[in-house]
């Protein structure tokens, strides 16, 4: 299936405009933690429609600017991985991001209504941005992941690893899962396959109150972690092991959506 890559390239001039500006980050503390994760609204709008499949194509090309055609991002963490992520958890955060409740500007070009219609061929009023939300999300989600992300420096049996396996298992299991797998239902991301740079940067601005969608548990859970501690532990994280059925067969492999 072939699509137009006008979008596409509107988005890399808009991109190449924004590359600046931090992913994700806020100049002031968090905000209404309460509210991480409230029912209703667009993300509940999306949840409950019925996905399609080639609209998901036609809009994830826009967002492929960044994330590539594979939705495997940049191993140097720059942009993440979005390939074989819950759905729910791309619900959300890509709802929290067109809410402008995630502070996101690299993605708001991207992301808000103009874009998100114009990038399926339609314009406001013929059909809702939630059941565009519904198509990407749902396509991205069967992505397979790459099966080489970028890694932590510390391989498994040093003295870093074995503390970051430590860390992660009194403070992160209970809502990541022993391998990082995440909770679909609970909105908990899969961090197994994601990549080292881009987890350290996400779980700094937890920590310090920079991101104000973070789940106000893991804020508390993490508050008195060390720049060291966090090192560690995103280390260990970034080499957790993916099932292999979620991998693509290699790190060569290319989308045949967009042959």
């Known amino acids: 299936m072939k699509h137009s890559y006008l979008n596409l390239t509107f988005a890399l001039a808009v991109g190449t405009a924004v590359s600046g500006t931090a992913l994700g980050a806020s100049d002031g503390p968090a905000k209404d933690l309460k509210d991480w994760n409230r029912e209703g609204g667009e993300k509940t709008e999306a949840m409950l429609l019925e996905p399609d499949r080639d609209r998901g194509i ?3 090309e826009v967002c492929s ?88 420096p510390w391989e498994e049996g040093t003295p870093e690893f074995e503390q970051g396996k430590k860390l992660y298992a009194d403070n992160c299991t209970r809502c990541h899962g022993d391998n990082g797998e995440g909770d679909n239902e609970k909105f908990y991301p899969k961090i197994q396959g ?50 292999k059925e979620n991998l693509a067969p290699s790190a060569d492999w290319r989308n045949p959506d967009y042959d």
């Open 58 to 60: 036609a809009v994830y």
């Open 194 to 243: 994601q990549h080292y740079n881009y987890m350290l940067r996400q779980f700094e601005w937890i920590r310090d109150g920079k991101r104000r969608n973070a789940n106000p548990d893991m804020v508390e859970q993490i508050k008195n972690f060390s720049d060291n501690d966090m090192k560690m532990v995103i280390n260990f994280v970034s080499r957790a092991p993916v099932p």
């Open 65 to 152: 600017a960044c994330h590539l055609l594979e939705g495997w991002g940049l191993t140097d963490g720059t942009f993440p991985q979005l390939a074989g992520q819950h759905r729910n958890v791309l619900i959300k955060q890509l709802a929290d991001i067109r809410a402008q409740n995630r502070d996101n500007p690299t993605m708001y070009p991207f992301a808000l209504d103009d874009q998100i219609l114009a990038a399926a061929g339609y314009h406001e009023g013929d059909i809702s941005p939630a059941q565009l939300v519904a198509d990407v999300t749902a396509y991205i989600a069967t992505l397979p992941m790459n099966p080489e992300p970028g890694l932590g």
